[in-house]
């Protein structure tokens, strides 16, 4: 039984059983072959056993074989068998009718042996062929929706890392638009503050999609965001970015960044430039400039390259307007490209309105020139705007940063003495000063650090409106000097413990203090009036 | 931060100049050790050099003074400059030592 299961099936149907014997006996040594008297009983053959082949005589009593062919390929079960017509020769006529009723061919009666097993072989060849063809299409079919979800995943995880929100400020205003592409994906924008006064503005892009991509630029987003955290220079900033991008980089994949850092209280700029499209900058009376200076390649490349940067002075009312290619490279049906040229004449165009109403135009602008033609990239905008009169004044200031050893506490007060003699602060504050910065470091040191662990402490030192304030930062463990302050003061010297004096001294000595934890780090203010 | 030692009247007399703080107190330890280690019972700190102490530098005087009181000796500090002296108001160590304006007053106290 295992044996004839193996081989193809042919269903030979003729009234006349000699005739099946016939067919039996040409077809049965490599195929197994079922019989069936009449129609009806073909068709529940073929339903039930689903043979691979329908040997089919023409003439029949009761149901011919031509009303059995349009009632098997009726049936989805049996319509995909080939059908063989057999028919006597003196009927030739009615082929075309049989063919259009779906038979695969015709044999003429008496049935001629080795013919009939060369029709059989080849119709049964081709129908395995059919079948393994609609196998593939449904595999590729399978794999291009699972792209499909792929690139749906990926747009999701970038969508989701976009900051919406837009802070509203007297001094500045912020916005951004990234509108993605149905497949390519890639783009992203961010921007954060790194302190009181300047802000981070990144855009870039990203070579590749889909999910690969949307991690790619998931992964550079929060390297850049830690790096400028606590690096001041762009060009530094992209220069370490570039590094760990490029280092673990098995699927190659690149990015385009525009970094800048701005000072919203100067209006200063400094920014980098890899690899990324020149931003404009649209000054108040409507000129336009664009940022051309160029930093360094793309990032992901190579390792151990020194990015440069450039800076740029905004005024009130100025305008930076960064974005990615997909607006300057959007095209319409025609295949031209929107251009830069078409973009500067938009920007210069577009007089005093808001980043808001230069962003959300630029994209109409686009919208319109591609004219129903499929967006084919991302189209990233991000602008920033001076809202104020920048302040340049510049009013001392000193940084330094030591690492948690006790003996950096006395580097660090000496550079404090030095800034207090040359401001002329009277030697009382520089005294509390430093009995204050002595004590509270030492708490940091002592408290905050985990006991093998090394951390850097940076003060930030400003003088300004009379006020000197000092603003002293780890990234230590979450530690309030100012929490649960109840030292000893007033038993005798025998029971007297030291506890908490230090943190007490530094609360006393200073006009104020503040304590705030920032995501991973404590910020200590300490502020001074000065007389 | 510098330490003179003198002898008067039978008074030890340290002349401090400088800062009593996290990195200089040790060397303020030391040097008092000694002194208590010689037997010394008397202790005056002239801190009209000195100009500032933090917690450090008062829980070297706290110190002392608990070695001075269980020997039956005396401790005086003298000429604190007005930060000094809001210091140990603060910590309330103006209570507990024997501080006087100048050298003069101190070692007659004594």
New interface residues.
């Given amino acids: 039984m295992n044996e004839s299961q193996s081989k193809p099936v042919i269903l030979a149907v003729d009234d006349t059983p000699e005739n099946l014997d016939v067919v039996k006996g040409i077809l049965a040594s490599e195929y197994s072959v079922k019989a069936a008297i009449n129609g009806p009983i073909a068709l529940k053959i073929a339903e039930k056993h689903r043979p691979d082949l329908i040997l089919l005589d023409v003439m029949m009593p009761g149901m011919d074989g031509y009303e059995v062919c349009q009632k098997l390929k009726e049936n989805p079960k049996t319509r995909d068998i080939p059908v063989i017509f057999v028919t006597a020769m003196d009927q030739t006529s009615d082929e075309t009718r049989g063919f259009s009723l779906g038979a695969a061919d015709y044999i003429f009666k008496p049935v001629i042996p080795p013919i009939l097993q060369a029709r059989v072989k080849t119709h049964l060849a081709l129908k395995q062929s059919m079948d393994e063809l609609s196998e593939a299409y449904g595999i590729i079919k399978q794999q291009k929706d699972r792209m499909e979800e792929e690139l749906n995943i990926g747009r999701d995880i970038q969508m989701s890392m976009l900051p919406l929100e837009f802070p509203q400020r007297d001094e500045f205003s912020v916005h951004a638009l990234l509108q993605p592409a149905r497949e390519v994906g890639g783009d992203f924008y961010d921007f954060f503050f790194i302190n009181e006064d300047e802000l981070v503005l990144v855009v870039g892009d990203v070579s590749g999609k889909g999910v690969p991509a949307a991690l790619f630029m998931a992964v550079t987003k929060s390297v850049i965001k830690t790096r400028a955290m606590d690096d001041p220079s762009p060009a530094s900033i992209v220069t370490r970015v570039n590094d760990e991008m490029s280092q673990d980089n098995p699927s190659s994949m690149f990015v385009t960044l525009f970094i800048a850092i701005c000072n919203i209280r100067t209006g200063e700029c400094r920014f980098t430039n890899a690899g990324h499209n020149p931003p404009y900058i649209r000054r108040r009376d409507g000129k336009l400039e664009i940022l051309s200076q160029r930093h360094g390649p793309i990032i992901g490349a190579m390792e151990d390259l020194a990015y440069k940067e450039s800076s740029v002075d905004l005024g009130m009312g100025d305008q930076l307007f960064i974005f990615t290619d997909g607006v300057t490279e959007a095209m319409d049906k025609e295949d031209n490209l929107f251009s830069e040229k078409r973009l500067e004449d938009h920007l210069e165009s577009s007089m005093g309105s808001s980043v808001e109403d230069l962003v959300s135009d630029t994209l109409l602008s686009v919208e319109k020139y591609a004219d129903g033609a499929e967006q084919a990239d991302d189209i990233t905008m991000l602008a920033c705007s001076l809202l104020k009169e920048p302040d340049k004044s510049e009013y001392p200031r000193m940084s330094l940063v030591i690492s948690s050893d006790f003996q950096e506490i006395g580097r660090l007060n000496k550079e404090l003495a030095r800034f207090a003699r040359k401001n002329d602060l009277p030697e009382d504050v520089m005294r509390k000063l430093n009995i204050a910065i002595d004590d509270l470091v030492n708490n940091i040191i002592s408290y905050g650090t985990d006991e093998d662990g090394k951390q850097f402490i940076e003060i930030n030192c400003a003088y300004l409106d009379n006020r000197l304030m000092l603003e002293v930062v780890d990234t230590g463990k979450p530690f309030n000097p100012f929490e649960q302050l109840n030292p000893d003061t007033t038993s005798s010297i025998e029971d007297r413990k030291i506890g908490g004096l230090g943190r007490l001294l530094v609360k006393e000595l200073m006009d104020d203090v503040d304590y705030e934890r920032q995501k991973d780090r404590n910020v200590v203010k300490l502020i001074m009036d000065i007389p | 931060m510098d330490i003179k030692h003198r002898d008067v009247g039978g008074v030890s007399v340290l002349d401090f100049t400088g ?1 009593l ?3 200089t107190s040790p060397t303020a330890e030391a040097e008092v050790s000694r002194l208590l280690d010689e037997g010394s019972t008397k202790i005056l700190f002239n801190f009209s050099e000195l ?6 530098g ?2 070297i005087l ?1 110190a002392t ?2 070695k001075l ?1 269980m020997s039956d000796g005396k401790m005086v500090v003298c000429n604190l ?3 000094v002296q ?2 140990f108001d ?3 160590f103006a ?3 024997n501080l006087a304006a100048n050298e003069e007053e101190a070692l007659a106290s004594f």
């Fill in positions: 800062n703080d996290t990195n100009n500032f102490i933090s917690s450090s008062l829980r706290l003074a608990k009181k400059n007005d930060v809001e210091v603060i910590s309330g209570s507990i030592l």
